[in-house]
């Protein structure tokens, strides 16, 4: 059977301004080849049928009412709790959404969704489209995340991104490709729920301007920088700012103090990935990592959307 609507949002990684583009830091951001589809079907049942997979497999299904999206007051503790505070807040974005249930909805990501690449904003970006709202707006009613992911999920190419309400700055940029080959990505095995990370620090951080300028710098630098002495500055001058502002070491002086090369954490610090600039080979890479005990090891090309 073809789908009614069909729509797709592209995961993504956050290469800067982890935390900071929350009080308004520029942020390097980039799309990944990984993401999410979202189909909608008719359906004989009078419910709105849910079925999610993960790489082909069913790993969550339920039945929702329209009496069960108008009682749900808040994203709750269960995934079909947050999916009837979604649906319940793209109708309050738009009042014609979803007025039939008959409906089977089927949403698969093709990632695993404990890498933190986007499941959530994924899912938020897919049914903006589908109720014909601002995904941004959405967005800011279901998380209070910055936005980043939802720009990401619509764009095909690396973003600066500043956080601006329901209406962000976002400017397309190029990466610079001569780095690409020396850049990897490590998954950690790790993953941090984002709303609990973002929580704790807008809750526990005073963000001083000088410190947004300084990321707002290094974002840009790490897009300007001439060569690979240039491109390891910016990471470590990245993470020596997040470590003290965090109160954390930094994840190569935590977990890897002897690797030749450069590590900087993506996303919430102590999980999810680190991306890694070094002159060793993949193969000599893969060794290292995999003798630490981390065997998901990825190049730019494998993970980044527009490579080849």
């Not at 308004?24 to 709105?48: C, H, M, N, R």
């Not at 009042?95 to 949403?107: A, C, G, I, M, S």
């Not at 003290?244 to 070491?249: F, H, I, S, T």
């Amino acid at each position: 059977m073809k789908p009614l609507y069909k729509y797709y949002s592209n995961a993504k990684f956050l290469l800067t301004g982890e935390y900071l583009v929350l009080h308004g830091a520029l942020a390097l951001a980039i799309p990944l080849k990984y993401g999410q589809v979202l189909e909608v079907f008719e359906s004989e049942e009078t419910d709105l049928e849910w079925l999610a997979y993960e790489k082909g497999k069913l790993w969550l299904q339920f039945t929702i009412s329209n009496q069960e999206i108008e009682a749900q007051t808040e994203e709750g503790e269960t995934e079909k709790d947050f999916v009837c505070f979604l649906l319940k807040m793209a109708k309050l974005l738009n009042p014609d959404f979803l007025n039939q249930t008959n409906l089977k909805v089927r949403t698969e990501f093709d990632f695993d969704r404990n890498w933190g690449l986007g499941s959530s904003s994924t899912l938020i970006n897919n049914v903006a489209k589908w109720a014909n709202v601002n995904p941004y707006e959405l967005h800011a009613l279901v998380s209070n995340g910055s936005g980043f992911d939802i720009a990401c999920a619509n764009y095909c190419k690396p973003i600066l991104f500043r956080r601006d309400g329901a209406h962000p700055l976002i400017y397309p940029v190029d990466f610079p490709e001569k780095f690409s080959r020396q850049l990897f990505f490590v998954y950690l095995g790790r993953k941090q729920k984002s709303a609990d990370s973002v929580h704790a620090f807008l809750n526990g951080n005073k963000c001083e301007s000088e410190k947004l300028d300084q990321i707002t710098q290094l974002s840009k630098d790490m897009l300007s920088a001439e060569d690979t002495q240039e491109f390891d500055r910016v990471m470590k001058t990245h993470e020596l700012l997040l470590a003290e502002m965090l109160g954390q070491k930094c994840v190569k002086e935590k977990l890897f103090p002897d690797f030749k090369g450069s590590i900087k954490s993506l996303g919430a610090w102590g999980g999810d990935f680190v991306m890694v600039r070094s002159d060793l080979s993949l193969k000599e890479i893969q060794s290292y990592f995999y003798r630490a005990g981390f065997t998901s090891v990825f190049t730019w090309k494998e993970m980044i959307l527009g490579t080849n």
